[in-house]
C-alpha cells in the first residue's frame, strides 16, 4: 500500500507562511483522493482541506478557507498544503491522508503519513 511522508513543519510567527508536502510512494498517486488533517494537544484530529485525484476538485474546512491552498502534483507524487496567513490556532501536527474517497477519508478510514508539527507564535 502508498507510504505517506510529510515535511516542511516548523515555527512561524502569526500572520507568516508555511508550506507543507507529502511525498507519496506509488505511482497510483494520481487516483487517490488525498486529504491533510491537524490534530492540536488534547483534541480531536480534524480536516483541514482534500483535493481529488486527476480532476483535482478541492475542499476546505472554513477555518481555513482562503488561507490555506491544497494542491497536489500527481508526476512527481507529492501533495502540498500552503498556510498563509498563520494563525496560532493552527498550531498542531498536520498529517496528510489517502484513500479512495473522500467520505473515507473523512470518516478517518484512509492511510495515514506520520505527521509533522506546525507552531505558530503570536
Known amino acids: 500500500q502508498v507510504q505517506l511522508v510529510e515535511s516542511g513543519g516548523g515555527l512561524e510567527q502569526a500572520g507568516g507562511s508555511l508550506r507543507l508536502s507529502c511525498a507519496a510512494s506509488?505511482?497510483?498517486?494520481?487516483?487517490?483522493?488525498m486529504a491533510w488533517f491537524r490534530q492540536a494537544p488534547g483534541k480531536e484530529r480534524e480536516f483541514v482541506a482534500a483535493?481529488?485525484?486527476?480532476?483535482?476538485?478541492?475542499f476546505y474546512a472554513d477555518s481555513v478557507k482562503g488561507r490555506f491552498t491544497i494542491s497536489r502534483d500527481n508526476a512527481n507524487y507529492t501533495l502540498y498544503l500552503q498556510m498563509d496567513n498563520l494563525q496560532p490556532e493552527d498550531t498542531a501536527g498536520y498529517y496528510c491522508?489517502?484513500?479512495?474517497?473522500?467520505?473515507?477519508?473523512?470518516?478517518?478510514?484512509?492511510?495515514w503519513g506520520q505527521g509533522t508539527q506546525v507552531t505558530v507564535s503570536s
Open positions: 483535493i481529488s485525484g486527476s480532476i483535482s476538485l478541492t
Open positions: 506509488e505511482r497510483t498517486f494520481s487516483s487517490y483522493v
Open positions: 491522508t489517502a484513500g479512495p474517497s473522500l467520505l473515507i477519508l473523512r470518516n478517518r478510514g484512509g492511510i
